[in-house]
């Protein structure tokens, strides 16, 4: 027996797709042109799929203090956060995020991945029971069970159904967490987070809130979708990423509860692994005074996604969500999503490819996330390929 | 909702489960105490999870994801069904 054997289904469906000559899952980005637009397989490319939400990863501010940064403090800290892996930068950084958020403390992870994973592993334990939305993202999966806790699994944005599951599981000589995201990564719908903070409250809850998708882009202040729907004082803890608005890498997770700093010493992803590079904190930190500062990003991404969303149903595709800054398009099945896929970057214009398992529902998506630095020039450019994709979509060859 | 039983009979929750599970698994599939959710059905993890929660709705209960991993044949579904049945009594 061969130890890669358990894997047989997933080789099967990767050698499927990796026929049609390119790898969706392995693509090569061979030059970039701004935040927008690439070289992809010898060709420009508008990068329509990026998370790239306030297009800020070429801010000229944000580049200048990291280039300055890795010049006076080098290209790592070589440390984890316990030993010697905590600068000045990302003391400030926490207290910055702590500033912005308007919270108590915040604390910085070396990824988003692990920002989920050692929050929640290290806030739930064996004892506790955590209630989790059944469209999560795979960092709470591991987080969930990375922490040893019972996890309850409710059906996806139902607060009704949330409320009958903590109502079965009373949870006696331990605490209840609940864990949903502010926007959900692949329909791009808004958490029902007003009905959730009722039920958190009826039941006694704790709640925790991913605002990975919606920190910088939600809100008056761009804190995320708990500021736009007037609840943060109801949120216990919330979680977000550097790697999407703030056009970095790295997490973090911000509260008002007294003991929060406790996750220091008792969150093991944070603990055991280096810190955030300084070039990478000063970056963050220079995109976060520019989300602060320039609340114009955040109009011109919404109103992008308008006109996109409207350019797109207007073209006959079904979304699966309100317009926002992520606009998935459902496809019937997954040869008419690849096929759409390739044809579009035959084009020029990359997406994001999400097929089952990695999507609710066994749901084949185009995935489309906009940018602030999204011109009008690109959208003419995009619409005029959806355009010939639906025109393709429609003959029988591309739909048999 | 519909009722859900206290007391479950193992031959009545296989039959009621394999009506579940047959919503997952290719038409005709032979629904056995011994027939393998991924190898025979083509049930994969995710779509386990999913499997799961319409059973949880069904009987009123909630399996806890951490032993969804641990499920091979229908068998461990019906056993896992049954105890959490019975430990709520």
Redesign the interface.
């Known amino acids: 027996m061969d130890i890669f054997d358990k894997y047989g289904t997933l080789a099967q469906r990767r050698a499927q797709l990796l026929a049609t000559g390119i790898d969706p899952f392995q693509l090569e980005i061979e030059d970039l042109a701004g935040p927008c637009e690439a070289t992809i397989r010898g060709r420009r490319t508008i990068l329509l799929g990026t998370n790239n939400y306030l297009g800020l990863t070429f801010d000229p501010v944000c580049i200048e203090a990291g280039v300055e940064a890795l010049r006076r403090y080098g290209t790592g800290t070589t440390g984890s956060r316990i030993a010697n892996g905590t600068y000045a930068g990302h003391r400030a950084l926490e207290a910055e995020l702590a500033a912005f958020m308007g919270r108590r403390a915040a604390i910085v992870f070396t990824t988003g991945y692990q920002a989920n994973l050692a929050t929640i592993a290290g806030l739930a334990g064996a004892k506790d029971t955590i209630f989790v939305d059944s469209d999560w993202h795979a960092s709470i999966f591991d987080g969930c069970l990375l922490s040893g806790a019972k996890v309850v699994r409710f059906r996806h944005n139902d607060p009704e159904d949330l409320d009958r599951r903590l109502e079965r599981n009373p949870t006696p000589g331990g605490c209840r967490l609940i864990v949903v995201e502010g926007l959900y990564s692949m329909f791009g719908d808004v958490a029902r987070l007003s009905e959730i903070v009722a039920v958190k409250k009826k039941h006694g809850a704790f709640l925790l809130l991913d605002e990975a998708h919606s920190f910088g882009v939600f809100g008056r202040r761009g804190r995320g979708v708990a500021e736009e729907l007037g609840v943060e004082g109801e949120v216990d803890f919330i979680v977000g990423t550097f790697s999407k608005s703030l056009g970095g890498i790295g997490g973090f997770a911000v509260s008002d509860h007294p003991r929060f700093e406790l996750l220091r010493v008792a969150a093991r992803p944070y603990m055991f692994t280096a810190s955030p590079g300084p070039a990478t904190i000063a970056s963050v930190r220079a995109a976060l005074a520019q989300i602060a500062a320039r609340p114009e990003l955040r109009a011109r991404l919404w109103e992008t996604a308008r006109t996109l969303h409207a350019g797109l149903v207007r073209l006959g595709f079904v979304l699966a969500a309100p317009p926002g800054p992520i606009l998935s398009i459902r496809l019937p099945d997954e040869r008419s999503a690849v096929f759409a896929w390739t044809s579009l970057l035959e084009s020029g214009v990359y997406v994001n490819l999400a097929l089952p398992p990695g999507t609710p529902g066994g749901a084949c998506l185009l995935r489309c996330s906009v940018s602030a630095a999204h011109t009008a020039e690109h959208l003419e450019i995009v619409l005029d390929r959806f355009a010939s994709l639906a025109a393709a979509l429609a003959r029988p060859v591309a739909a048999e | 909702m519909q009722p859900a039983m206290t007391t479950p009979d193992p031959d009545r929750l296989l039959a009621e489960l394999g009506e579940l599970v047959a919503r997952f698994a290719p038409p005709g599939a032979k629904l056995e105490r011994s027939t393998e959710l ?1 190898s025979d059905l ?1 049930i ?4 386990a ?2 499997l799961v ?1 319409e059973i949880e709705d069904r009987y ?3 399996v ?3 032993e969804i991993a641990d499920l091979v044949t229908l068998g461990d579904l019906v056993d896992l069904v049954a105890r959490q049945l019975g430990a709520r009594g």
């Open positions: 991924t083509s994969d993890s995710v779509a999870m999913d929660m009123g209960i909630d806890p994801v951490n």
